[in-house]
Every structure is written in structure tokens, then in C-alpha cells.
């Protein structure tokens, strides 16, 4: 089993930053790509930002500029950098790790979730 641990949600004015961080453990062969989803009330679960093992990155629109996405693959810990947010910004932000793991039958590949931490920005 792995378990995603995600810190570093809160309140903060608009205009503020926060950063989040997301450590994997547990039973892990490797990791893939990592990725941060949000979903704020009434809406779907969007990607907010998403970085392979190698370190290519992806953002949705509406974050270009102003997130960065990191990771410390020694760590297994994957990292948000949130800089000028936005009251839209507001939502549970959920960390995801695409894991291989060496079982008896050979070597799988699951996805797991965090538990989501919120951020919240106020106008």
C-alpha cells in the first residue's frame, strides 16, 4: 500500500502564496508522474499541474505563470508553489502519484490519491 500525505493548505489573502507539499510512502518500486488536482464546491476535479519522473511539466491555463510544480524524486515528494492566488483558486487540492510497485506477480502500476488539504483565498 502507499499512502500520499499532503501539508501546507490555509487561508491566505488574494495575492499571497502558499506552497504544498505531498510526501509518498509505503511500498514503491518507482513513481511516474505526480500531479496536483483541485475541486471546489459544485465543480469537477480538475488538473491543476502534473510533472513526470524526468521532470517535464504541465499546467492548466489557468494557473500558467503563477503555480510552479516541483518534485524531489529522492524524497518521493512532490511540490505546488502557489504565487499570486486568486479567490478561484479556492478548492481542496488533492496530490496523485502514478506508483509502479514490485508485487509477487512482478512489477504493477496503481494510482493513488491523497486526502486533499484546502486552500482558501480571500478577496
Known amino acids: 500500500q502507499v499512502q500520499l500525505v499532503e501539508s501546507g493548505g490555509g487561508l491566505v489573502q488574494a495575492g499571497g502564496s502558499l506552497r504544498l507539499s505531498c510526501a509518498a510512502s509505503?511500498?514503491?518500486?518507482?513513481?511516474?508522474?505526480m500531479g496536483w488536482y483541485r475541486q471546489a464546491p459544485g465543480k469537477q476535479r480538475e488538473l491543476v499541474a502534473a510533472?513526470?519522473?524526468?521532470?517535464?511539466?504541465n499546467y492548466a491555463d489557468s494557473v500558467k505563470g503563477r503555480f510552479t510544480i516541483s518534485r524531489d524524486n529522492a524524497k518521493n515528494t512532490v511540490y505546488l508553489q502557489m504565487n499570486s492566488l486568486k479567490p478561484e483558486d479556492t478548492a481542496v487540492y488533492y496530490c496523485?502519484?502514478?506508483?509502479?510497485?514490485?508485487?509477487?506477480?512482478?512489477?504493477?502500476?496503481?494510482?493513488?490519491w491523497g486526502q486533499g488539504t484546502q486552500v482558501t483565498v480571500s478577496s
Open positions: 510533472i513526470t519522473s524526468g521532470g517535464n511539466t
Open positions: 509505503g511500498s514503491i518500486f518507482s513513481i511516474n508522474a
Open positions: 496523485n502519484a502514478d506508483v509502479n510497485q514490485m508485487t509477487a506477480r512482478g512489477l504493477t502500476n496503481n494510482d493513488y
